[in-house]
């Protein structure tokens, strides 16, 4: 797995905290560049989500067409609830390749890879990314149940989890303490970067919502818009939070060398 001193491209910094203006520059670059892949490695989960719109529609048919009792029903019934589950795991699994390789493209995306052998060389660390990310989740929402402002905190302080098992092969509390790490002494600035945006960005969908009648046509037609419109700009703040990752492992490198000195 590559880490950081080997990952390809290069910030222009290591002396200061990188402002918004240059995390959405430098974003921007690379989403321009790379859009059309992280795109397709965006919409592979489809598979998944049509696999489960197929058993559904089964599940209809049985239960509107099908025999309503008897033991052939009860076993039409088994046999579709097993095979729900198994397309459930299926779709599960399809989207953390999906996330992965997404993650994999940002990071060598001067290797020009294709989406495909992406897609499946992912594999091998899908295991310890959902434990990972299932270890931070509990631990952040245990936070938020304590109290909301600790969650904030701490959800702040674990923001990189995923990049540093990605560009590091940390995992778990190793991967938790490292972001950690490079949050600390920056927390406010942090939260700044990645609050605003993201408020933003929410902002601007929650407006035209709010002059939507809910459960209409239009309801509909505009949650699709959004759902669209979210799939191609999560591209473009998965690279905005490695760009701000790497800032971070520059400065923390740059401060180690100058307290050495």
Do not use: C
Not at 214 to 222: I, K, L, M
Request: overall charge positive; glycine content about 4%; hydrophobic content about 50%.
């Amino acid at each position: 797995m590559e880490t950081n001193s080997s990952s390809s491209g290069s910030l222009n910094v290591g002396v200061k905290l990188i402002s918004i203006k240059e995390l959405i520059s430098q974003s921007l670059t690379i989403y321009k560049l790379h859009f059309k892949k992280l795109i397709a490695m965006s919409l592979l989960p489809v598979l998944g989500y049509i696999s489960m719109v197929i058993v559904a529609g089964l599940f209809y048919m049985q239960i509107n067409f099908g025999p309503s009792s008897g033991p052939l029903s009860v076993m039409i019934y088994i046999v579709l609830g097993l095979l729900g589950l198994v397309v459930l795991v299926a779709a599960i699994y399809i989207y953390l390749l999906a996330q992965i390789g997404s993650y994999i493209l940002v990071r060598d995306r001067e290797q020009n890879l294709r989406v495909w052998p992406t897609f499946k060389a992912a594999r091998p660390l899908v295991s310890n990314f959902f434990e990972t990310n299932l270890l931070t989740s509990v631990i952040i929402m245990l936070w938020f149940l304590l109290l909301i402002v600790p969650g904030i905190i701490m959800a702040v302080y674990y923001s990189f989890v995923t990049w540093v098992f990605i560009m590091e092969g940390l995992k778990n509390k190793a991967a938790m303490r490292r972001s950690k790490e490079l949050v600390k002494g920056n927390w406010w600035s942090i939260f700044w970067k990645i609050f605003l945006p993201t408020m933003v960005v929410s902002l601007i969908f929650a407006i035209p919502s709010s002059f939507i009648e809910p459960e209409t046509t239009a309801d509909s037609v505009y949650s699709a818009f959004t759902d669209i419109l979210s799939l191609i700009i999560a591209p473009f703040f998965l690279i905005y939070t490695y760009n701000l990752y790497r800032n971070l492992v520059a400065l923390k490198n740059n401060n180690s060398i100058n307290n050495q000195n």
